[in-house]
């Protein structure tokens, strides 16, 4: 809850009066949901999620920082492996000017 407190705090920022964050907003929010864990630790996922993230049978948790995506695993493969994307000329422009021998 607290990721997400953050991450909420930074969209309240937006102004409102701008059609884009207000777009952006509605987007961002729509399928939005709690969920709580079963006495076995499981995650039901509704209905309305399944079919919009295209979840078909397997699923992949993967970790993306400060969260975990849940993806349909065929979905998650063909993004992870798509050919048009060089990952090492990708890893240069994200992280290529950031200076690690700098504390935070």
């Known amino acids: 809850m607290c990721e997400w407190n953050s991450e909420i705090a930074g969209v309240n920022k937006l ?3 701008v059609k884009k964050n207000n777009d952006f907003i509605r987007m961002f929010m729509a399928g939005v949901k709690m ?3 079963d006495a076995s630790g499981r995650l039901q996922i509704s209905k309305d ?3 919009f993230s295209g979840i078909k049978k397997e ?3 993967s970790s993306s920082v400060n969260r975990i995506e849940i993806w349909d695993k065929v979905a998650y493969e063909n993004v992870i492996n798509n050919p048009d994307v060089d990952f ?3 890893a240069e422009e994200v992280m290529g000017s950031i ?3 700098e504390s935070e």
């Open 49 to 51: 999620l399944i079919n």
């Open 15 to 17: 102004n409102r009066f």
């Open 35 to 37: 969920l709580d864990m």
């Open 99 to 101: 200076d690690f021998s």
């Open 59 to 61: 699923v992949v948790l």
């Open 88 to 90: 090492a000329n990708l």
